[in-house]
């Protein structure tokens, strides 16, 4: 917009300071008939010389060379005047052009071009001040004019400075009202723009209120199905426990403890999940901690001392891998638990969680009594082929080696999960 | 033996909760659903524990509960809840809080924290 508007005001001052330099050959060229027969040979040349150069203004600025076109003015004019002047006489009233000189001065330059102002203007003025001063002084022999004539000359100084005043302020009154209506068409277009932007501003609001409203409404409801989900684990874990008092066999009671544990696992991982931040990913230490110290605490009437060492990385699962991943560690410390230690009264059990370059290796020993790892064990034990499917599921390569009295060593690498 | 009140919207949980405080020797001296029930409940029974579940479906949730009963009486209250967030945590705390469990809760763990109520 500034843009348009300094080029558009920039072209109407360019056409303006052409029809001034136009004018002023004009309102010159009788001069040229009254010096040329008052035997003022010379100056009615010089006065051709003036006009020409009044012409070769408009010239250099359709050519291009604008700076050079407003030099050419100030000269023109302020040499004319001086010149003039001096061979005239004070009293000729050529001087009387100066009084045009301050139009002329914001005719040629923006009001921003405040040095080239300044010159100008004091070009003028001393101008001024040297012409009165010669005047003064006597320090030329003036033309002496007929009477007649030296009213003539008075009269047309008077009249065509009055008419270049004109010409002038006719300029800036025009310019003026170009201001104010390229003003008032870029207030009305800012008016509109601002009512649009009122509009997408309130719009947006709304969206906005609407979202944050189904947001709203969505966490309310992910609470609600997390709150559901523990009271449906909690039910389930509850009635296996209470089950549990009624059973008198320990194989079965053991069975029952077995599956609320499990169930406990879930529910540990539910609880991870509302409490993490991003609610798709599980944070891995601080579950199996918890978990661990759920499964001691369920075996605690077993009197052992077993000392469960985990090193564990900072890993973020998602909750398809950290369901698995977390009944399988619970069915291993809970083997561990129930088979490992049979003969023991304390042992160890040393669990690391590690992130390599290639994904997650997982790895879990006891120094308990071992097992014959037979392909016979594995078919037939429920601990072991949920751990095989667990590994499945979490697409890892799984070994596991054991023999009797050497402890149990189970190792899980598996991928990141890319999926996401 | 504790004589306790359960405060449960869960009629199921509420039941199997009665149930093993039942076995594990104590007395439930009534089962409500709702806040405003809890504090009539220890107004009439004037239990020694308050089993009470901190999410429940009407009303005051079951801290607010507590908030109310303090002002009457001292009665220690065990939580339960199906989250874990701090900033229940330090509300409950301010009460006269025995234990924060989380759901499913371990009954073997609820026994010792009653063992060692006043």
Redesign the interface.
């Known amino acids: 917009m500034k843009e348009v508007f300094i080029l558009e005001n920039d072209t109407a001052r360019t056409k303006a300071l052409n029809r001034f330099c136009y004018l002023t050959a004009l309102l010159a060229t009788p001069y040229v008939y009254i010096l040329y027969s008052n035997d003022l040979i010379l100056p009615s040349w010089v006065m051709l010389f003036i006009i020409a150069l009044f012409l070769l203004s408009p010239y250099l600025s359709i050519k291009g060379y604008h700076n050079y076109s407003r030099l050419v003015v100030v000269f023109d004019t302020n040499f004319a005047v001086a010149y003039f002047s001096v061979l005239l006489g004070f009293d000729s009233g050529i001087h009387l052009y100066l009084f045009s000189a301050p139009l002329i001065t914001y005719l040629l330059y923006d009001f921003s071009e405040k040095i080239k102002i300044r010159l100008t203007s004091s070009t003028y003025v001393l101008n001024f001040i040297i012409v009165y001063l010669v005047y003064k002084l006597n320090a030329f022999a003036y033309v002496v004019l007929d009477e007649k004539i030296h009213h003539i000359l008075y009269f047309m100084n008077f009249a065509f400075s009055l008419t270049l005043c004109f010409f002038l302020i006719i300029y800036f009154a025009n310019n003026n009202s170009f201001y104010i209506r390229l003003l008032r068409d870029a207030n009305q277009k800012l008016e509109t723009n601002q009512i649009q932007l009122q509009n997408e501003i309130l719009e947006k609001n709304g969206t906005h209120k609407m979202l944050s409203e189904t947001l709203r409404e969505k966490e309310t409801l992910l609470?609600e199905i997390?709150?559901r989900?523990?009271?449906n684990?909690?039910?389930?874990?509850?009635?296996l426990?209470?089950q549990n008092?009624y059973v008198k066999d320990e194989g079965a009671s053991g069975i029952l403890k077995e599956s609320?544990n499990r169930?406990?696992s879930i529910?540990?991982l539910h609880?991870k999940l509302?409490?993490s931040k991003s609610l798709d990913t599980i944070e891995i230490r601080s579950y199996v901690e918890e978990l661990v110290n759920?499964i001691k605490?369920?075996f605690?009437?077993d009197k052992k001392e077993i000392i469960i060492h985990s090193r564990l990385d900072d890993i973020k699962l998602p909750m398809e891998e950290a369901l698995p991943f977390s009944l399988m560690v619970n069915e291993l410390i809970t083997n561990s638990y129930k088979h490992a230690f049979k003969d023991k009264d304390r042992g160890n059990v040393y669990l690391t969680f590690e992130k390599t370059n290639e994904g997650y290796v997982f790895d879990y020993k006891d120094d308990g009594c071992g097992f014959d790892a037979s392909e016979n064990f594995k078919e037939t034990s429920l601990g072991m082929n949920l751990i095989e499917a667990f590994a499945k599921q979490l697409k890892g390569n799984m070994m596991y080696i054991s023999k009797p009295n050497e402890g149990v060593n189970f190792k899980l690498k598996f991928e990141k999960n890319t999926a996401k | 033996m504790k004589r306790i009140l359960i405060v449960e919207d869960?009629f199921?949980?509420s039941m199997?909760?009665k149930?093993?405080l039942e076995?594990m020797g104590h007395q439930v001296v009534a089962s409500v659903t709702n806040g405003l029930d809890a504090i009539e409940a220890v107004r009439a029974h004037k239990p020694d524990v308050i089993l009470m579940d901190v999410?429940l479906n009407q009303g005051m949730t079951g801290i607010e509960a507590m908030e109310e009963i303090s002002k009457f009486s001292d009665v220690a209250v065990v939580y339960l809840t199906?989250?874990?967030?701090r900033e229940f945590k330090e509300r409950a705390s301010k009460t006269n809080m025995l234990a924060f469990c989380?759901?499913?809760?371990?009954?073997?763990?609820l026994s010792e924290i009653l063992k060692n109520a006043k």
């Open positions: 609470s997390h709150h989900v523990k009271n684990l909690a039910v389930i874990s509850g009635l426990e209470l008092f609320r169930i406990k529910a540990l609880e509302y409490e759920y605490l369920s605690s009437n | 869960d199921i949980l199997i909760n149930k093993h076995l999410r199906g989250n874990s967030e989380i759901k499913p809760i371990h009954f073997e763990q």
